[in-house]
Nanobody, 120 residues
Framework: QVQLVESGGGLVQAGGSLTLTCTASGNMFSTNAMGWYRQAPEKERELVAEVTAGGSTIYADSVKGRFTVSRDMGWNLLYLQMNSLNPEDTAEYYC??????????????WGQGTQVTVSS
């Protein structure tokens, strides 16, 4: 299994920037994708950005042009560079990994989340 730990959240003024980092530890047979999700109070969790093993990146329409997702070659680190933040970006941000464990079982793994608060 893999453990995911997010860091880098905090309080920032509108227009500012933050970079989130997800550190993955443990053993996986293979990783299909890693990404960032967020959940605001009383809202459903939504995909923010994802990078796949095939090299594709997916962004929510609301963050296109402002956020950039990237990873290291070993799927140990996942980043989310967030620019031009606005109050609507305020949420708990979660790191997600989808992949096969050593038993070749496909699973979804989540971090504990990191809070991002954007003040107006």
């Amino acid at each position: 299994q893999v453990q995911l730990v997010e860091s880098g959240g905090g309080l920032v003024q509108a227009g500012g920037s933050l970079t989130l980092t997800c550190t993955a530890s443990g053993n996986m047979f293979s990783t299909n994708a890693m990404g960032w999700y967020r959940q605001a109070p009383e809202k459903e969790r939504e995909l923010v950005a994802e990078v796949t093993a095939g090299g594709s990146t997916i962004y929510a329409d609301s963050v296109k042009g402002r956020f950039t997702v990237s990873r290291d070659m070993g799927w140990n680190l996942l980043y989310l560079q967030m620019n031009s933040l606005n109050p609507e970006d305020t949420a708990e941000y979660y790191c997600h990994l989808r992949g096969y464990d050593k038993d070749r079982t496909l699973g979804d793994y989540w971090g504990q989340g990191t809070q991002v608060t954007v003040s107006s």
